[in-house]
């Protein structure tokens, strides 16, 4: 890589490698170590193609996606990490129910399958229609659709405390991008 492309890379890192952190760990299940993991992957991946990139965040976003499916689709199936529910001492009281919505909505999704949760991520926390959602996983518009109906179904068994949050909870909450579980400090 020439020096101009190595500044661009550091540029688009410096830039985008939060927003594209927080993906990579609602897409491993709350586990940040594998969430680091699997975005430093994608980056190492992104910089040898670096100079054949158009557009570098969907590529990134776009490797992301591959390799979590890879993952599951893996012979051995790996442990999904508990996520403990941190202490309620110290949140500010104005900001303590969108702080529950990030914790619940992280121990629920780490209850769901790798498939599961790539659906909701995809669908619900990136905004994507159903028809991209299909074109990333390699299957059809109606799997999605399937998938994601029978993953909010188990997303309200394993995860009844999410209702029990109610619609205050859901006028407090924050968007889509601004979700980040990271945020959230045990």
């Known amino acids: 890589m020439d020096a101009e492309g190595l500044e661009g890379f550091r540029d688009f890192?410096?830039?985008?490698?939060?927003?594209?952190?927080?993906?990579?760990?609602?897409?491993?299940?709350?586990?940040?170590?594998?969430?680091?993991?699997?975005?430093?992957?994608?980056?190492?991946?992104?910089?040898?193609?670096?100079?054949?990139?158009?557009?570098?965040?969907?590529?990134?976003?776009?490797?992301?996606y591959r390799q979590q499916i890879s993952r599951w689709r893996l012979k051995w199936?790996?442990?999904?990490?508990?996520?403990?529910?941190p202490p309620e001492q110290g949140a500010a009281p104005d900001a303590s129910a969108a702080a529950e919505l990030r914790?619940?909505?992280?121990?629920?999704?780490?209850?769901?399958?790798?498939?599961?949760?790539?659906?909701?991520?995809?669908?619900?926390?990136?905004?994507?229609p159903e028809a991209d959602v299909a074109r990333i996983l390699g299957c059809s518009v109606g799997t999605v659709r399937s998938t994601t109906h029978r993953?909010?179904?188990?997303?309200?068994?394993?995860?009844?405390?999410?209702?029990?949050?109610g619609p205050a909870a859901a006028e407090q909450r924050p968007s889509s991008r601004d979700y980040s579980p990271v945020e959230v400090r045990p």
Do not use: C
Not at 42 to 57: N, V
Not at 80 to 85: D, I, M, P, W, Y
Not at 105 to 128: K, N, P, S
Not at 151 to 164: H, I, N, V, Y
């Open 151 to 165: 993953s909010l179904a188990r997303l309200r068994t394993l995860a009844p405390e999410l209702a029990a949050l």
């Open 13 to 64: 890192v410096d830039s985008r490698s939060s927003a594209l952190l927080r993906t990579a760990v609602l897409l491993s299940g709350g586990d940040r170590h594998a969430g680091e993991d699997l975005l430093q992957n994608a980056l190492a991946k992104a910089a040898g193609r670096w100079h054949r990139i158009d557009e570098p965040e969907a590529y990134v976003r776009q490797v992301l």
């Open 103 to 128: 914790v619940v909505m992280r121990a629920a999704l780490a209850r769901l399958t790798a498939r599961q949760r790539t659906v909701l991520v995809l669908r619900y926390f990136e905004d994507l």
């Open 77 to 85: 199936p790996r442990r999904e990490v508990s996520v403990a529910e």
